[in-house]
């Protein structure tokens, strides 16, 4: 198997998931769901998976986390994982968050990486 068939499993909580699908437009919401199914059917494709910076320029801190632009390659999309390991010692990519990657520089919505960071912290980003 090459590189780009290694896949790595995903785990979605029902939550977050819900709460960041009420909010995606409709073409958010399809791209959001029609990767899920995938990754739940056969795994995140490592060859997609990109490093989170650990301390983003908007004052997020994702540590060990990852993304995956939705749709993939390049899409205005994002999904944040975070990496964690099973008790067997096998990886598992923990679902933090869907949304838009960036968004104009003059709006109030929250990104992804604000909306993980909200989750992985329970707090927003210090301004």
Do not use: N
């Not at 909010?23 to 056969?42: L, M, S, V, W």
């Amino acid at each position: 198997m090459g590189d780009t068939e290694r896949r790595a499993r995903a785990h979605f909580d029902a939550d977050a998931w819900e709460e960041d699908l009420a909010r995606a437009t409709p073409a958010g919401r399809q791209a959001a769901e029609t990767a899920r199914k995938d990754y739940e059917q056969h795994g995140v494709p490592i060859a997609q998976l990109r490093r989170v910076a650990e301390h983003g320029h908007d004052r997020t801190v994702l540590p060990d986390c990852t993304k995956v632009y939705v749709p993939a390659p390049d899409g205005r999309f994002g999904m944040i994982f975070m990496l964690k390991f099973q008790p067997d010692g096998r990886p598992m990519l923990m679902f933090l968050a869907f949304g838009v990657r960036h968004h104009p520089r003059d709006s109030r919505r929250p990104t992804v990486y604000q909306l993980a960071h909200q989750r992985l912290h329970d707090q927003p980003p210090r301004r």
